[in-house]
């Protein structure tokens, strides 16, 4: 029988600009997610790159120092506040570009990859957002949750999944508890505490079986990212920005980037 299991990071940098923890493997047991980034952003360090097969979403924390720019080829130019969320829905290809608003100043959030079904990977591409204050609230003696996407939170999502952000005091307790047929993972944003009989640190992950649940104790102030999803358990081709069923699929989506069907998406204008 599945079991809880600690989920390590790799660590990786940009300059002085860029740098996240982020977990991709095993993908079987993130699925529906491809990959969620941890990230600290000063600094304009991605030029304008295209996405095609999944979800390219960002939720910046509360404690974001400044909020970012995110710019598509679609025409838009979105506003990201601290406590907010974007969703590009890439779908079959779209130009996408993330800086800060105040260059030098940090950005602190989660970059997430949410995989699009097979029969969604060539839908047109779209955009979706929620300003803080549309995120559903709930708490409880020692614990306070925020609903970032999925559950009661408003967005229209192309496949159950769900992300929420969850502080608990130090000594005190919260269950994560998953739905059958769900599974999904805690990312420890900042304390220390345990979960599963597992240690729960900054960087560390805590996967949870189907159906599966946890009583996650804080020994310190514990702030988690929560993440959970119907696996997809379907073939997934992986080549650089693309996630696609199958490699045909995959030289389709380089010849659109190549040939401009994921439109054009000038760099930024230096300030």
């Known amino acids: 029988m599945s079991t809880a299991r600690l989920l390590q990071p790799q660590r990786h940098r940009i300059g002085a600009g860029f740098e996240a923890e982020g977990w991709r493997e095993p993908l079987a047991l993130l699925d529906p997610f491809i990959m969620v980034d941890h990230f600290r952003m000063r600094e304009a360090v991605f030029a304008p790159h295209p996405h095609a097969g999944f979800s390219a979403v960002t939720y910046l924390f509360d404690d974001s120092a400044t909020g970012l720019v995110s710019r598509d080829s679609l025409g838009g130019e979105h506003a990201v506040a601290p406590g907010g969320l974007h969703w590009t829905l890439a779908g079959r290809g779209v130009m996408h570009d993330e800086f800060p608003a105040e260059p030098g100043r940090?950005?602190?959030?989660?970059?997430?990859?949410?995989?699009?079904?097979?029969?969604?990977?060539l839908r047109a591409p779209a955009v979706m957002a929620l300003a803080p204050e549309q995120m559903p609230h709930r708490a409880a003696p020692g614990w306070r949750a925020v609903q970032?996407?999925?559950?009661?939170a408003g967005l229209a999502l192309p496949w159950p999944t769900a992300l929420s952000i969850v502080d608990i005091d130090a000594g005190a307790c919260f269950e994560l508890a998953l739905d059958d047929g769900e599974q999904g993972f805690a990312v420890a944003?900042?304390?220390?505490?345990?979960?599963?009989?597992?240690?729960?640190?900054a960087g560390r992950a805590l996967s949870l079986p189907e159906g599966g649940s946890a009583q996650l104790t804080a020994i310190d102030p514990l702030r988690l990212a929560c993440f959970s999803g119907r696996p997809l358990r379907e073939p997934l081709v992986r080549h650089g920005p693309f996630a696609m069923s199958d490699e045909r699929q995959v030289v389709a989506a380089l010849q659109r980037f190549q040939t401009g069907g994921m439109g054009r998406l000038s760099p930024r204008q230096q300030p």
């Open 189 to 201: 944003i900042a304390g220390r505490g345990q979960g599963a009989g597992l240690p729960l640190s």
């Open 148 to 152: 970032v996407f999925g559950g009661t």
């Open 106 to 121: 940090e950005a602190h959030g989660l970059q997430i990859f949410v995989n699009l079904p097979a029969d969604q990977k």
